[in-house]
């Protein structure tokens, strides 16, 4: 997406949440969610990506970042493809 792209995550009830993790590659390989951050709440969550570089997300709830199955890494770059 380009800089400055406005991104929503979306999903219906109180059984997910979104962990913004900047720039830091290992906390999205190891799922290193804060304690803060485990719980779920209602959606969307949406995010505005100022400056080019590669983004990490995942959801705090339960095993939903370890299974794999709700991580997130988002590009931005002026030359999108």
Known sequence: ??????ITFSWVGHAHNVVELGEDLGAWEECLIPEDMVHGVAGPHTVTLPKEGVYYFVCGVAVHCSAG???AQITVAHNCP
Do not use: I
Request: net charge neutral; hydrophobic share 35%.
């Open 1 to 6: 997406m380009a800089p400055g792209e406005t």
């Open 69 to 71: 199955l709700q991580k």
